[in-house]
């Protein structure tokens, strides 16, 4: 719907002045919706041991609706799982990605999806952007059969495998040295793909990450090491927890670049460069400079160690959707109502999605053994109780 | 996984062994598989530990019917095979795996230059290359869950633990990784590493160089346990531990390295899930793993001047237990002894009892016996560390006690 309008306009220059933090309003169009935009991200970027890549972002009318469509429904799903918690309906951890989702969406756009991506346990949004659907997501947050893990692993354990994303962990940093293997396999088999290993600021103090760090240069394996810096580990604040708060220069010596991760275009130009580099000389850190509106998890209030100040602060200045939705309304990519009537479309597929889970039945009991092993021992299997529940494995 | 046993009453798992009641011990009813493939002729000794309900319909190809390793008598009757140490037969089953299939790599500290503390990658990095046969830092945890991580995408990779000890630090990344992936992600992803290195009670190691992590790792839900003991068992369960879409930890003992036997020329693969039984008996059922079948052998040679007749069975499988061959043995000689290496508390040999207890309590004419090491850190002087661990006098003791 907002291409038509892209189509009927005649002009054809592009965006090329600088922009400051604000955007100005009122560019020049372009004339169809494939044809490259090229925009400037609203920091520059700081490098480490390596040259920083250009501030100019190529991309396209229709590559910026689709982010600002695919952010919204992050954005609406997170929000929905915020309600489905305290309706009791998702039970143990769940962790709320809003405000990070430029890291997940500008990375897709960089990379395919032979590219793997590991990340830990604010894995919605990112299972999201692999191509997971909502009706997974939700099936699983509430433990029925749709769920992407057939309701068996929960909120932190969401995978897919044909579109190589490998999850999902709970236990923090534990995930980094499995990506160093993801990259040794691709390394291995000899394939020109690379692996984004995702990790917090809080995990940035785990031993394991400077072991596969070490690993990773030693061999030259295509590692991207990005450290989704949301300030916050829990509760503890980065500048408590951390002697050097500079994530990407702490590779020492493994090249890396600080970015702004509420800028998804800034966050797509990196995840490019990191790729390009980690084919050609090995790992690469990346330190994205995000900000998560929830707390820690559902159980964590997020204001006890933070003030409502900052959080609506951050909110209005540095919003991704907000600063999508300026650019599209400033190239005239869409209208206002267009936007506004997109944002009701998520709001309508996250709650048929919602419903349809809801739908969806809880694991058979017989399911309780199913997955344990591969091959089945083919032992016949008992419940607890040894009477009731009665299960032949596969 | 003693769990798997646990449907006691009137439902049986065992009214296939029922039928075997008389002493007779032919076919057993659990499927029996040999595979002969094309390249060669290939003897693959597997059975699946099936006790179904249904009649087994065994494939007759090249029926071996039970997974015997009679002591001396290790070898196929077709060819005279060839003599090795316990470590050259891990060798070869790993090297013969590797040329098998590219996918199978090793990982761990000084396999590769070093050719491996104990030798058993010894020439495998000039051969392949250092990718698949990987020097890496000292760094269990991240090197481990590198594995995992590999294993994950396909490939399938042998991690090495110089000491089965030093694999505590990769406790996490076993557990809640390679233990738990295939569960949690609903299927998709599947672990065929292999992550094996010695264990035990050496001479005079010390505390930290001499643990047995069996009884810390058995608890952990997806993964199987397998202990060697023979040269035999030890190429071909390492065979079947690499074959296998679970991840399987292979329990090596230092002090079996250098044993000698005579294994088979033909390729052949164990099955994962079997009990080996080392000297068939009627009076009492000692079950061992690792280097306590040979404390129990020598003690077998006193019981019999003695005028007992013990039978003796290499459990091997240690996580799941074999309750068939057990189940089998117990409703036969109604008296276990159990005898291992791992500390009283918490150990493999506590585990084993409670299995048997409730599975096979009718038809225990004693308590269960069961002789582990000390619950202390093993000391170093030698005398002390003698007492530690389990000696043969104590084991013709118990089975003289158990017997009256």
């Given at each position: ?26 560019r ?93 346990y ?13 009706l ?78 070490n690993?990773?240069a ?35 010596y ?54 409502r ?8 200045e540095?919003?991704p ?46 399911e ?27 | 996984?003693a ?14 062994s ?8 032919h ?25 179904n ?9 090249l029926?071996?019917?039970?997974a ?44 590769g ?51 089965m000890g ?65 040269p ?18 292979l ?30 008996g ?30 003796v ?9 074999d ?27 506590a ?27 093993t ?26």
């Open positions: 719907m907002p291409l038509s309008r892209i189509a009927s306009s005649s002009h054809a220059s592009n965006l090329l002045k600088p922009l400051s933090a604000a955007l100005s309003l009122c020049s169009i372009s004339s169809d919706s494939t044809s490259t935009l090229t925009i400037e991200t609203s920091l520059p970027f700081t490098s480490h041991k390596c040259d920083a890549p250009p501030r100019a972002v190529d991309t396209s009318a229709s590559e910026l609706f689709s982010f600002f469509r695919d952010m919204a429904t992050m954005r609406r799903m997170e929000i929905s799982a915020d309600s489905l918690y305290k309706a009791k309906l998702i039970r143990g951890f769940c962790h709320l990605y809003d405000g990070q989702e430029a890291v997940a969406v500008g990375m897709e756009a960089a990379i395919t999806k032979k590219d793997a991506i590991i990340t830990a604010r894995d919605h949004c990112t299972f999201v952007g692999r191509g997971g659907t909502l997974e997501v939700f099936g699983e947050l509430m433990g029925r059969t749709c769920g992407g893990s057939k309701g068996k692993g929960g909120s932190m354990h969401l995978y897919r495998k044909q579109a190589s994303f490998y999850g999902g962990h709970g236990i923090v940093g534990a995930q980094i040295p499995l990506g160093c293997g993801l990259a040794f396999a691709q390394r291995y088999s000899k394939e020109e793909n690379v692996t984004f290993t995702l990790y917090g600021d809080g995990a940035a103090n785990q031993g394991q990450l400077f072991e596969a760090l690993m990773a030693l061999w030259d394996l295509p590692a991207i090491l990005v450290c989704e810096n949301n300030h916050y580990g829990m509760g503890t604040a980065e500048w408590r927890a951390s002697k050097s708060p500079a994530y990407y220069k702490r590779g020492d493994v090249p890396g670049l600080k970015v702004d991760g509420m800028d998804v275009l800034a966050v797509k130009q990196a995840c490019k460069f990191a790729k390009e580099h980690a084919l050609k000389n090995g790992p690469f850190i990346l330190e994205m400079d995000t900000y998560r509106y929830h707390g820690h998890s559902m159980s964590d209030p997020g204001s006890t160690y933070r003030t100040d900052e959080i609506s602060g951050v909110r209005q540095r919003d959707i907000e600063r999508v939705r300026k650019l599209l309304l400033a190239h005239d990519i869409a209208s206002e109502k267009e936007l506004k009537d997109l944002e009701k479309q998520v709001r309508k597929d996250v709650d048929d999605a919602i419903a349809k889970a809801k739908e969806s039945p809880m694991p058979d009991p017989s309780l053994f199913t997955h344990v092993y591969v091959k089945g021992l083919g032992a016949e299997s008992f419940g607890a109780d040894r009477k009731e529940v009665r299960a032949t494995l596969p | 996984m769990t798997l046993f646990q449907g006691v009453g009137a439902v049986t798992p065992f009214s296939a029922t039928s075997l009641h008389s002493n007779k011990l076919l057993p009813p659990r499927k029996s598989l040999s595979l002969s493939e094309s390249r060669g002729a290939i003897f693959v000794h597997r059975s699946d530990a099936r006790l309900l249904k009649p087994a319909t065994p494939k007759q190809d029926l071996i019917p039970n015997i390793a009679t002591k001396g008598d290790t070898s196929t009757p077709t060819k005279s095979g060839h003599e090795l140490l316990l470590f050259e037969a891990l060798r070869e089953g790993l090297e013969e795996e590797m040329e098998r299939d590219p996918r199978v790599c090793v990982m761990g500290e000084d396999v230059h070093y050719g491996g503390s104990y030798k058993v990658t010894k020439g495998l990095a000039e051969k392949y290359g250092d990718l698949r046969v990987l020097d890496t830092p000292i760094a269990e945890n991240s090197f481990t869950g590198m594995g995992i991580g590999a294993a994950m995408t396909g490939l399938r990779p042998i991690v090495e633990g110089m000491n030093f694999l505590l630090l990769a406790f996490n990344q076993i557990s809640n990784n390679c233990g738990m992936l295939h569960y949690t992600s609903g299927g998709q992803f599947t672990i065929p590493i292999v992550i094996r290195g010695p264990g035990g009670v050496g001479r005079q190691l010390g505390a930290e160089h001499s643990q047995r992590l069996e009884s810390y790792f058995q608890s952990i839900p997806g993964i199987q346990m397998v202990a060697c003991s023979t035999y068992n030890a190429k071909g369960l390492m065979k079947a531990a690499i074959r296998s879409e679970n991840p399987v930890i329990f090596e003992h230092v002090l079996l390295y250098n044993l000698k036997e005579r294994i088979p020329d033909e390729e052949y693969v164990l099955s994962l899930e079997e009990a080996e039984m080392v000297r068939p009627e009076h009492v059922t000692i079950l061992t793993y690792s280097r306590m079948r040979y404390h129990v052998m020598q003690a077998a040679k006193t019981l019999v001047n003695k005028g007992y007749d013990p039978e069975i290499d459990i091997r499988s240690l996580k799941p237990f309750l068939y061959t057990i189940g089998r043995s117990v409703k036969k000689t109604h008296r276990v002894l159990i005898v291992e290496e791992c500390m009283r508390t918490g150990g493999i040999g585990s084993l009892t409670a299995a048997i207890t409730e599975n096979f309590h009718d038809y225990l004419d004693a308590p269960i016996v069961c002789l582990s090491s000390q619950d202390v850190p000391p170093y002087a030698g005398t002390l560390e003698e007492w530690t661990v389990v000696q043969p006098a104590q084991i013709v003791t118990a089975v003289e006690q158990l017997c009256q």
